[in-house]
Structure formats: C-alpha cells, structure tokens
C-alpha cells in the first residue's frame, strides 16, 4: 500500500490479557519506529528497528512491552499481562532511512482500550 | 520541564486569518524540526521538515527555526475550516550509539478556523 497500514484500528481487552498490535510499513522503508499517544499528549518514543534488528528499545515502559520485525518489514508489538494504563493510542512510523534523517510517516494507529 | 514545549490551545481563528503556531525546546542539540498535523482519529501527517536553521515555505506554510532562541514556528495563510486540526511539532537529534532519530514531540496545539 502507499502509507503505514496498522491493525487492529481499535481492540478492547480485560486487563491481564496479551494484545498484539500489527505494522505493515512504507514497501522499501528501512526504519520502523512504535510512540505511544496518551489523550491530549504527544506521540511518546517506545522503540526503534533498522530493518530486523532492534537498535533501541529505551522507550518500552516496562518487561511487559515486547516488539519485533522478524523478517524486516511487518513488525508486532506485543503488549502481555495488559494494565488500564497502558490504555492509549499505538503509533508506528516508517522512514526511508533514519540513518540520514529521513522523515517518519505514520499510520493511523491502534486505538487500545483496557477495560 | 519538558524537553519541548507547545502550548495546548485551543486556539480559534476566523477564517482568512494568519495562524501562528510556536514550539520551544531545551536540547541544543536538536537539528532536525517537523510539523505534522493530526485529525481526530488519524495519525500524524507531515507537512514541513526542515534541518537546522531558516524559513522554509510550501504554499500556504511557512517553518521558521530559529536555533539560538530555541524557537520554531509554523505560519499558516489564509486559513481555511480544513484546518482545523492538532498541529505537533516534533524535533530530533543526531543519533548516539543507537543511531536513532527518535522524534521528541509537543503535546499539540488544538486550531479550529471558524467559517
């Protein structure tokens, strides 16, 4: 596709279960960032890949926050043991190549409620 | 203190008006200033990118960056009611060791232009 593209746009869950939130980046876009957007805040940093490899994890609030790119396109974030804190929106961005400074382009989010 | 500040808004205009919208940072070492613009319920859009330094002009926009204030702007012309929008403004620094260009956003200016 021509943009970002994340699914599940929303998803609800009690809290203590895994979610899985799914990335598929700009075709040919080497970087690929997750931010987390609290109500009425910013996009916050969670965690940065370079194709497959994780480069900087700094971002992630806690153990519970995994994410991986495997095969260095489609990337998951992987939310376990899921809190009402971690209720907000999940944005994830590609770039050409953030090695340069190329600029992020982001998908239209995943909208996670924990009820 | 937040490494960037925006004022949250809202902010209301008639349309027609010009729309100033302004961030301010403490990192020195910021090099790299966006704006984006964000509807509800969607992700950021990218409308100026701009490295160091200087104005940059795209029809109706307008980024300045003044780095020895710490000061970035975003001017908006004739301003029209599908602007109406949460504009960010988001920096970045030359990556560490990480290599990451992770982006430090503001929290959002709100605009709605009246008809």
């Known amino acids: 596709g021509a943009g970002v593209s994340q699914s599940p746009r929303y998803k609800v869950a009690k809290r203590g279960q895994d979610v899985a939130l799914r990335c598929d980046p700009i075709?040919?876009?080497?970087?690929l960032f997750w931010y987390q957007q609290a109500l009425g805040q910013g996009p916050e940093f969670l965690t940065y890949f370079q194709n497959e490899a994780q480069l900087d994890k700094s971002g992630l609030p806690s153990d519970r926050f995994f994410a991986e790119r495997p095969e260095g396109s489609v990337s998951t974030l992987k939310i376990q043991r899921t809190q009402q804190e971690d209720s907000a929106v999940y944005l994830c961005a590609s770039s050409l190549d953030a090695g340069i400074g190329q600029p992020q382009h982001f998908g239209d989010g995943t909208r996670l409620s924990i009820l | 203190q937040k490494e960037v500040e925006q004022d949250p808004g809202p902010l209301s205009v008639p349309e027609g008006a010009i729309v100033s919208l302004n961030c301010t940072y403490s990192?020195?070492?910021?090099?790299?200033f966006m704006w984006y613009r964000q509807y509800s319920r969607k992700g950021p859009e990218l409308l100026m990118y701009?490295?160091?330094?200087g104005n940059k002009e795209d029809g109706r926009f307008t980024a300045q960056v003044d780095k020895s204030s710490k000061y970035i702007s975003l001017f908006i012309r004739d301003s029209q009611p599908s602007d109406s929008a949460t504009y960010l403004c988001?920096?970045?620094?030359?990556?560490?060791?990480?290599?990451?260009?992770?982006?430090?956003f503001g929290t959002g200016t709100r605009l709605k232009v009246l008809a």
């Open positions: 988001a920096m970045s620094a030359r990556p560490g060791t990480s290599g990451t260009y992770k982006y430090i």
């Open positions: 075709s040919g876009h080497v970087s």
């Open positions: 990192n020195s070492a910021f090099q790299y």
């Open positions: 701009t490295y160091s330094s």
